[in-house]
Every structure is written in C-alpha cells, then in structure tokens.
C-alpha cells in the first residue's frame, strides 16, 4: 500500500477543521432544543418541551407562512407559466427586455425591494396591515425563479415544435397549451414550484421589513425567539423550521433528476430487442415487399395552387421571392435544394404556419386558405426532428388529431389499429416514444399523419436523422405508400436521391428562389441553369473552339453536326455540358478525344474515373466495373453528342 504525504494528512486534517467548524454548531442548536437546559446540556435531560412552547407561541407564525408560501405558489404559476410561454415564443428585444426587469429583484438587496414597496403602497394603510401587503413582496422575489425554470425546459424541450405538431393536427390554441405545452413543461414547473414554495417559506429580510406585529412569519418568529435570548425555544423552532424546508429540499433534487425506469423490451414479432430493431428495419423490405406496381389507386387529395407567394421575415431577411406553384390532386412534389434556400419557409406557407407576404395566396382545390390558421387547414405533417408527444404513448400519439376532432372511442381505436397495421408496428402500440428507434419513429410520425385523413401530406426532410440503409427502406415504403393513398403531398428534402425517387415533379430551388420545376427526368437531362445541373449529379464542363462541323478540345475534336439545340457560330470559343454517364472509354481510334487517368475509384457497379482536363479542371466519368485504370494512363474517351448542353449561368 502506498504511503501517504505530509500533503496529504495535513489537507484532511484542514478538511475535518471545517467540517467541525460547520458542523459543530448545528449540533449544539438541534441539542439546545432537545434539552431541558442548554447551558447544562444533556445532562439536564431530553424533553420536547420547546416543541410545545413553539407550538403555543408561534404556531399562527407557521400556518401564516404556509399559507402565504401556498398562496405565492398559485400566483407565480398563473403570472410565470404564461410569462415563461410568451418569452419563448416571442424572442425579440421587448421580451429580452421584459426578462431583465423580470429579474431585478435577484440583482438588489430584498431590503431595498421592501423600502420600494412601503413608498408605493404603504399609505394603504389596510392593505399594509394585511398579510396580503408581505405576498406581494414574495411574488416579486420569487416569481423570477419560476419563469427561469419554466423557460428552460421549454427551451431545452422544444415546446414549439410539438405545438406545431398538435396543431397540424387540428388542435387550437388551448388545447395545444393545456395538452401539450403544459404537460411537457412539468419538470420546470414543478422544480419551480417547489423553489417558490421553500423560498417564500423561508423569506425572512423583505418579510422582516414588511411584516406588523400580527403578519409575522415562521423566519421571523425564529428571529424574535433568539433576540428574546429564549435560545431552547429559539432552537426548537429552527429544528421545526427545517423538518417543514428539508423534504422540499430532497423534492427539489427529485424532481430535477427524475428516476428513470427501466425499460423492459417487448417481445414481438417485430423485435425481441430494442437495440436489435433498427437491424431488422434495414431488412423490413425483405418481409414486407413494396408492391413493384406504381400506378395509381383513385385519387383522394385535393389540389393545391400558391399565386405569388413571397416571404420577408421582419428583420428584412428575404427568406422567398414571388413565385407560383400548381400541384394537381394526388401528387407528389419534391421541394429540393440546399440549406437555406427557403424550402422549409414554402412548405410553412403551406402549412398555414406562416403567411406569405401580399399579394400572395394560397388555395387547396378551389378555397383560398391564405387566411386560415394550419389547424383549419385539415392537413397531415411529419416533420424532421418527429415532433411525437413524449406525454404520450404511441397509441395515443396516433389518437390524437382523431380525438382533437372529436371522434369517438370506438371509431379511433378502429382508425388507430388501421395506421398500426399500415405501418407494420402494431406491436409497438403502448410503447413510450423514447423507447422507439428513428425508423419507428418516423413510422408513427407518418401514421399520426395520415391517421386524421388530411387534405394535403407534408413532409419535412423525414429522413434525415436515419442511416443510408434505413433511409433507402423507408423510401421506398413511402413511395408506395403515397401511391397507394393517392394523397396529394409535399415532400421537402435536401437530397437529389430521395427527391428523384419520390417527385412526380421536382421544385429546385435556389437561395430564395424557385429555379426549375418539371419531372425528375427534365430535371436531370434537361436542367435550365447551371445550378440546377450542378445541384442534381454530377456536370462536366468542356470549352473549345468551333472549327467546321466540330468542337476543337485538348486532345481531340467533339462532332457537333446534326444536333439542333447546339447552334455554335464557326471560330467562336464554346461551352457545352455532360453527364458522367453519357461519356464512355473507348478503343484507340474511337474516341473523341484522349485524357491521361488522375484517379480511379472501384464503385462496385461502375467505376469513376477523375481525367485530367486542364490545370484548374477535371472531367467525371464512369466506366464498366470490369474495365482497370491506373494512374497515368492514356484513355480515349466518347461522348453522345445529342446529350451535350448548353446552359445559362
């Protein structure tokens, strides 16, 4: 064993000084109380006499302090939960502002916050004789406590999504707030609760200068006993007073730390495991094939039609510039593009979740819903982050827009088992959502959805947050899901992949605007702009000089004749585009023109090859799996000349 350091005995000789230091008097204070005289101590005897003298002498004192302390509670819920919900739903200088006076009183001493009440209202002289005058007083002090607490949850929660998920489902303002924006928030609430209760308890500086001979408080009870030199009284009282204070104590540290349960996992068909679900979603595919069939069933959408819709946030960000878009009824339109370019602001305009700027409206079928609010707007969203009620289990989660709707028991649960069984998770009906892995909450998010029968389907970016296997399972399942349904939707997404597998019709878009709309092929083989060509795949871009019938390039000549869309002037220098596949290496003699090999990459079913084209460029393109290249090597490579383009920047 190793020996210890002078160091060492001499820090935990100075840790046990301050512990007596600390200790030594509480337990000379709890036996004051316990003894039948202090100054000869234990000797004298044990008795509970000065509980009884407490009792006698100050029990009006305790009832009074617990019943402000109530009293305080109630007010603080109903001022600081609606506070806290106002901040965090409108982030903006007055609230900011708004939160900095809120919290005033911590920042100055409660006697200067006492002074400010006696000058204020002092002069009511009833009022100042009530103990109504000292709960003012610890509502000011207090009320800051519950807002902050409050707040934090909501913050660190994201209450604002989940309302916007209740309300897609039809739920207005206080259903949202009582259901879900409530229940949600119950931790800060409740740790809330208990700081203001201890707190108000326990208040003594404001309340000493506030209080009258008949409003006095526990504290300062306890401060009259010790100044009346009845130490054994006084004694007794503190003991009293932190029997009432220590619970709240242990409760506050409860609350914030909650014990989580252990979860049990099921055994279903489905999973045996949770930690073995999201494998066997990858496989899902393989037990539950997707029909190959992609034609439609009668459609049950409505259409859509956005007329000059335009978006400007009020710090003048131009988030959309104007634009139209007509979907037909049963309809799949992939929204497409980078982040931030406004995509998720179109589909929010949608939505009903904001309102584009004038003249713009929007109409499903032939009603103009610009004005209505998204929970009058009967449509089904399924957003990224899920947005499952976690108060919910996923049964009830499913329920809900049915029961905002006013469904009866009977007719949900027939509609809840029908969306279980669509989704393939009727196994996970009373699962806790924080026990499902992402595929299965996006499931549920998905079944939640559809469950209400909307008018319009909207997804935003759904997939994200999944693996690439997953995310290609639950693809196709949409796909044939909404086929299928024939529900008209709208789908956003930052991926060309899911965008050209899933789109009737693609809108790409740029930095606020709208740059091509039309099918994945146009979109692909006839792109408008550069950016639309770049966005989606992968572009080479060949410039050379016109000479006769060709285009003349480093290491060969491009023919040009025949093809209509290129209308090259002779002599002039000319740019054209191609795909990586539209291009093959060929034998010597064949080709168009020659490359030396820069890189080479093995894709399984292909392989990519990077050419040297110029000092500041390379050319992309791909070659049969069976064909091998090396660094270095000389390629002759051959282009389809009706597939070159000529793009607008």
Known sequence: MKKKSKLFYIQLSLTLLVCAFLIVPVVLSVTAGLTANYIVGVRSGLTLQWFGKVWELYRDTIFRSIMIGLVCLGCTLMLGIPAAYAMVKKQNRFTRIFEELLVTPLAIPGLATALALIVSYGRFTDFRKSWLFILVGHVVFTLPFMVRSVIAVMNSANTTQYEEGAASLGAGFWHRFFHIVIPIAMPGILAGSLMVFTLSIGEFNLTWMLHTPTTKTLPVGLADSYASMRLEIGSAYTIAFFIMIIPLLIAMQWVAKPPRKKVIPE???????????????????????????????????????????????PDGTQALKPFSLSVKAGETVVILGPSGCGKTTMLRIIAGLETPDPPGRVFFGDEDVTELPIEKRNVGMVFQSYALFPNMNVAENIAYGLKVRGLGAAERERRVSEMLEMMKITELRNRRVDQLSGGQKQRVALARAIAVRPRLLLMDEPLTA????????????????????????????????????????????????????????EIYFKPQNRFVADFIGTLNRVTGRVEGKGLIVPGGTIPLEGISHLQPKAGEEFEVFFRPEQAEVVGPGEGHFKATVAASFFMGDHTRLLLDWTDASYLTIEAKSNQVFRKGDLVEIRIDPASLLTLRT
């Open 267 to 313: 055994k279903t068909e489905l999973s045996t495991d949770l930690r073995r679900t999201t494998e066997m979603e990858k496989n899902a595919l393989e037990r539950n094939p997707i029909p190959r069939d992609r034609g439609r069933e009668p459609v049950s959408g409505t259409s859509l039609r956005l007329e000059n819709c335009s978006k400007t946030f």
């Open 466 to 521: 999944l693996d690439a296997k997953l995310r290609d399972v639950l693809r196709a399942e949409i796909d044939s899901l909404l086929r299928s349904l024939g529900i008209t939707a709208i789908y956003v997404t930052h991926d060309q992949a899911e965008a050209m597998a899933l789109g009737d019709r693609i809108v790409v878009m740029e930095i606020a605007r709208v740059s091509q709309v039309g099918t994945p092929r």
